[in-house]
């Protein structure tokens, strides 16, 4: 059975840092498309950035606007897990922070339908 298991939210000042972490089992995901969405209340689910491997120890890796030069994606595949740092942290941040992985994805999506597999989400709380 696939699992994806968030961890590291919490709540922090802005301008703080956190770092989400994201453990897969169940089979790996080394090859795999994986991302990091979020949903903030009342919101629709939005995409954060995700990591497409090119290589043994490469990567091709895309962010949203909102995010790029604060957050950054990153995987250890030693430990099957997949990384968000998120540093300059902003109020507008908060939201519910979702890990995902797609199947046979052969590019990053930034569509979370196109995702399969979803963890159950850690939340993020930025204060002004």
């Known amino acids: 059975q696939v699992q994806l298991v968030e961890t590291g939210g919490g709540l922090v000042q802005a301008g703080g840092s956190l770092r989400l972490s994201c453990a897969a089992s169940g089979r790996s995901f080394t090859t795999a498309v994986m991302g990091w969405f979020r949903q903030a209340p009342g919101k629709e689910r939005e995409f954060v950035a995700n990591?497409?491997?090119?290589?043994?120890?490469?990567?091709?890796?895309d962010y949203a606007d909102s995010v790029k030069g604060r957050f950054t994606i990153s995987r250890d595949n030693a430990k099957n897990t997949l990384y968000l740092q998120m540093n300059s942290l902003k109020p507008e941040d908060t939201a519910v922070y979702y890990c995902?992985?797609?199947?046979?994805?052969?590019?990053?999506?930034?569509?979370?339908?196109?995702?399969?597999?979803w963890g159950q989400g850690t939340r993020v709380t930025v204060s002004s």
């Open positions: 990591r497409k491997p090119t290589g043994t120890s490469t990567s091709y890796v």
């Open positions: 995902a992985a797609a199947a046979t994805l052969s590019y990053g999506s930034i569509n979370p339908r196109d995702y399969d597999y």
